[in-house]
């Protein structure tokens, strides 16, 4: 059951929602308990322990740095209860949270704690969501750096995910940064280097890369929408899929950037594939 003293109202909850909150009070001392206010009201103890102890007042300073400890665990309080909040909507009925390692939602929540951003609020509670959904998606590694994502390279990050095509992989399809569908849509060749700089992206604007030994048909899908590509070859065929890569924190992250879908930017790939003898067809739509 919920904690009545807790800063959130977390409603009725579904059983993989009970479960998490289970899971993170265990490894973090209770999302539902206020834990900090635990902390204070033993610190404010000791500290009148000291005072009748040695009778010695504390000082203004001393006074004025207490108030800011209260009002910074308050603060953090609030961050975590909020991102573990919003996090329950996007749990699914088959949701493994009970499968979810207690040292990963430790560091989790170490590390979003003093994110007080709504924007990024919503990105934490999205991986929390997600890793509860199946255990092992997101690593520490990639919680420790979305701890030092900045909201403007997370705004980056998301434009770029907008043009990521599924083909058994996420692949964002750069292939002419001089094209105005990307030029249009905020992606230039700074912004890329930028990304590749923090570890989001591998860029390479010269020579590029490309998916090799590929069956003469495979499935290639933008914004749930399918398509069949058909290579001239039976076997052995290549496939130039641009100038970026997603890392593996970036393959990661790209899972939770609701990105918009770029205006005829499906057309616009299907004539550069075309340009290479491949033949491309819809494929039945996804549900």
């Known amino acids: 059951m919920p904690d009545p003293n ?7 909850l ?5 479960t998490l909150i289970e899971k993170i009070s265990d490894a973090v001392g209770g999302v539902m308990k206020p834990w900090q206010i635990k902390r204070v009201t033993k610190a404010e103890a000791e500290s009148e322990k000291i005072k009748a102890l040695s009778k010695i007042e504390i000082t203004e300073l001393e006074q004025r740095a207490f108030k800011r400890f209260l009002g910074e665990e308050e603060q953090k309080q609030k961050n975590i209860e909020s991102i573990a909040a919003q996090s329950l909507p996007l749990l699914l009925e088959e949701a493994k949270p009970e499968n979810m390692e207690k040292d990963w939602i430790t560091n989790f929540f170490d590390k979003c704690r003093l994110v007080s951003d709504e924007e990024m609020q919503k990105a934490w509670a999205k991986i929390l969501a997600g890793e509860a959904n199946a255990p092992g ?14 909201k403007q390279d997370a705004v980056l990050f998301t434009k770029l995910c907008g043009f990521n095509w599924i083909i058994s992989g996420v692949y964002p399809l750069i292939y002419d940064l001089k094209a105005k569908i990307y030029t249009n849509n905020g992606i230039t060749f700074g912004v890329l280097k930028h990304l590749d700089a923090i570890g989001l992206v591998s860029f390479e604007n010269l020579a590029g890369y490309i998916r090799q030994g590929l069956p003469q048909t495979i499935i290639a899908i933008y914004k749930n929408t399918p398509y069949t590509l058909k290579f001239q070859k039976e076997k052995d065929n290549t496939l130039q899929i641009g100038c970026v890569l997603l890392t593996i924190v970036g393959e990661e992250l790209s899972t939770i950037c609701a990105s918009d879908t770029i205006a005829e930017f499906d057309e616009y790939i299907i004539q550069e594939w075309g ?11 996804l549900h």
């Open 137 to 150: 998606t997101f690593s520490k590694r990639t919680i420790n750096f979305m701890a030092s994502l900045d």
């Open 275 to 285: 340009k290479e003898g491949i033949i491309v067809s819809p494929s039945t739509p």
């Open 14 to 18: 579904s059983k993989p929602a009970n």
């Open 6 to 12: 807790s800063i959130i109202n977390f409603g009725d």
